[in-house]
């Protein structure tokens, strides 16, 4: 069973029955935690520093903090959360102590209108091009491949909202930004992969 | 009464940028109605909103890559030297 369908199993006992274990100093717990949670953490480490090399730094330090810390988890959130909060707040200092320049955040939004506000270039049909089947699994692959041409700061909303599937409050308090700014994120974050989509398909330059 | 009028019909921008909270289902009912207005009306928002609906559902099925052995023993062992040093 693949980590992601254990994942979507799982119940919030399974987690708290691996705390204690993880609480009792037991390493299998320890590696079970890390299969199923490590190659999300990963992946969210990497959209919110931008670098592998600091993501998987940052991984170990959460991991540290999540065995060292274990006693305060208290089942409230799900585990998952609460090891995206301890990763999210590791990333934060990771990013300071890089000093990264950063991606700027003004990655185009769509702008595609004339002065009335219709469309100066409406979006070609997607569905025509290609089987709609054809179509899912294509998009599945490439968005995956897109994802890092993403802004940090909207590729780690992305992440959190449609990859790990977070409801909107959830995700404005992990990253602490307003409920506002948490949409405008995500909007701008999906608009581009779509955009970036549709160029793939060959809607062609804007 | 003609300005009010024009007022409460949604241009494409502005559809455009309802669709976050629409999709989430968190729009307030008047401007739902406005949008689901303007998109019986519009084909090119309507395609608009199908296509980031697709971009959507395809993120949500980007499996995270694998965790390699490797990966894995490298932190079974920073926890052996953690629990050691504890």
Known sequence: ?206 | MRFWRRRRALVCRQAVALMADYLDGRLAPRDLQRLEHHLAACPHCSEYLAQLRATIDALGHAEPEALTDEALDELVGLYRRWRAEA
């Open chain 1, 1 to 206: 069973m693949s980590a992601a369908i254990a994942l979507a199993f799982r119940s919030v006992d399974d987690d708290v029955e691996l705390v204690e274990r993880l609480r009792a100093g037991d390493e299998s717990a320890f590696v079970a935690l890390v299969s199923l949670y490590q190659p999300r953490m990963l992946r969210l480490a990497e959209a919110t520093v931008g670098s592998r090399a600091v993501a998987e730094e940052v991984t170990q330090d959460t991991w540290l903090a999540v065995v060292r810390g274990v006693e305060r988890f208290e089942g409230r959130s799900s585990l998952k959360t609460w090891l995206f909060r301890i990763l999210l707040n590791r990333a934060r200092s990771a990013a300071g102590r890089e000093q990264r320049a950063g991606r700027p955040d003004e990655s185009i939004v769509e702008d595609r209108f004339d002065k009335s506000g219709a469309w100066a270039s409406p979006p070609e049909p997607w569905a025509d091009q290609i089987d709609d089947r054809l179509l899912a699994e294509h998009l599945a692959t490439r968005v995956q491949e897109l994802l890092p041409d993403l802004p940090d700061s909207q590729r780690r909303v992305v992440v959190l909202r449609d990859l790990e599937g977070l409801p909107p409050g959830e995700v404005a308090g992990m990253i602490g930004v307003s409920d506002g700014n948490q949409r405008v994120l995500l909007h701008r974050g999906r608009a581009r992969l779509r955009q970036l989509l549709a160029a793939d398909m060959g809607e062609g330059a804007r």
